[in-house]
């Protein structure tokens, strides 16, 4: 997105300081936000700033990618949940099978967490250590040891909002609409890793929710809910806001050390 040359280590320290202010904003309205969205918002502030930036990737190949990968999400995990969605005679053997073998699904659910925390390494890790290794502060290896863990800490800090919101407001979700949900979100997030896309868990995620709510509760409802509307805007602001401030804080900053 930003040529190499263009990295500095000025230049990336207000990349990660944008992209984090955007990421504290969404975590204090409790609305899960994008690592990929928010520093890729501050990379494009940068390029606007210095006037060079490679806007055909963004155009044609990342946003793209954005708005098809949680389409799919969507469509998917709807599909996949009809087995079960809505309780009738026809399907009442599955649940019959999914009570009786519960202690497995749950050891599944957890086995398709750790796969998702594995996409998450795929991609958002790397997305976090990208500015870093593209200015040559450090390498590829290290950046990720250092900056993974904290991805941890972060939710233990600060996830409680989000994670509420993800697994409680929008709908309750039971062992198998979880496991499906996880499997479908990380399948998509390796795609996307693959591609070489920095795509977003959270959109994902959410998108792959909105429709185990739609089935439970219809498309209706779930549009008209608070917290989807509040989702949706807050997904289209923090990128924005992400792109601003790293172009002001670029504009600022360098109007001082030249003065």
């Known amino acids: 997105l930003l040529p190499q040359e263009l990295l500095s280590f000025n230049t990336v320290l207000i990349i990660i300081f944008s992209a984090s202010l955007s990421l504290f904003l969404a975590n204090i309205l409790k609305i899960p936000q994008s690592t990929s969205q928010v520093t890729v918002g501050a990379i494009t502030g940068a390029g606007l700033y210095f006037r060079h930036f490679y806007f055909k990737t963004l155009l044609f190949k990342i946003i793209p990618t954005w708005v098809i990968l949680p389409l799919l999400a969507y469509i998917f995990t709807f599909l996949l949940c009809r087995i079960i969605y809505p309780p009738k005679h026809a399907n009442l053997y599955i649940y019959e099978k999914l009570f009786a073998h519960e202690k497995k699904l749950r050891i599944t659910a957890i086995l398709v967490s750790c ?3 594995f996409a ?10 990208g500015p870093l290794f593209g200015a040559g502060i450090i390498g590829i290896i290290p950046g990720l040891m250092i900056i993974a863990p904290i991805f941890g800490l972060g ?8 994670l509420d919101t993800a697994g409680k407001e929008i709908v309750p979700l039971g062992v198998f609409s979880s496991t499906i949900v996880s499997f479908v979100t990380a399948t998509l997030l390796i795609f996307a890793s693959l591609l070489g896309i920095p795509q977003s868990l959270v959109q994902l995620n959410m998108c792959s929710i909105f429709a185990v709510a739609s089935l439970k509760d219809g498309h209706r409802s779930t549009l008209d809910l608070h917290i989807t509307k509040k989702t949706f805007i807050v997904w289209a602001i923090t990128p924005l806001f992400s792109v601003a401030i790293s172009y002001l804080s670029l504009l600022i900053i360098n109007r001082i050390l030249n003065s």
């Not at 939710?155 to 409680?160: I, N, S, Y």
């Open 155 to 162: 939710a233990g800090l600060m996830g409680k909002g989000t």
């Open 115 to 117: 796969y998702v925390a």
């Open 120 to 129: 998450i390494g795929s991609n958002n890790v790397a997305n976090a250590a």
